[in-house]
């Protein structure tokens, strides 16, 4: 299994900046891609970015441009870097691992975090 943990959500500004953060432990090793969800208030959850453990990354159009998804995998962490933010913006923001298809033997396959709250004012 893989445990998240995120960390620096807040409430900015419109406008403004944050940097989310999320560190793995575990089955680290088993680890595929990573990646950024959200959900807001009444809807349901969506993707924000991804990055594969070689540092390729995909982006939701509406985000594209503003927010910068980058990975140590020394570190065993992902990180979002979210700037000029916009009240749409809000959310809760769960960091994502799902398993390396090479370890298909292992009992997991999609780990999920406890959340972190990001608010945008106007």
């Known amino acids: 299994q893989v445990q998240l943990v995120e960390s620096g959500g807040g409430l900015v500004q419109a406008g403004g900046s944050l940097r989310l953060s999320c560190a793995a432990s575990?089955?680290?090793?088993?680890?595929?891609?990573m990646g950024w969800y959200r959900q807001a208030p009444g809807k349901q959850r969506q993707f924000v970015a991804i990055?594969?453990?070689?540092?390729?990354?995909n982006y939701a159009a509406s985000v594209e441009g503003r927010f910068t998804i980058s990975r140590d995998n020394a570190k065993n962490t992902v990180a979002l870097q979210m700037n000029s933010l916009k009240p749409e913006d809000t959310g809760v923001y769960f960091c994502?691992?799902?398993?390396?298809?090479?370890?298909?033997?292992?009992?997991?396959?999609?780990?999920w975090g406890q959340g972190t709250q990001v608010t945008v004012s106007s």
């Open positions: 994502n691992a799902k398993r390396d298809p090479i370890y298909n033997y292992l009992p997991w396959n999609d780990s």
């Open positions: 990055i594969t453990r070689g540092g390729s990354t």
């Open positions: 575990g089955s680290i090793f088993s680890i595929g891609d």
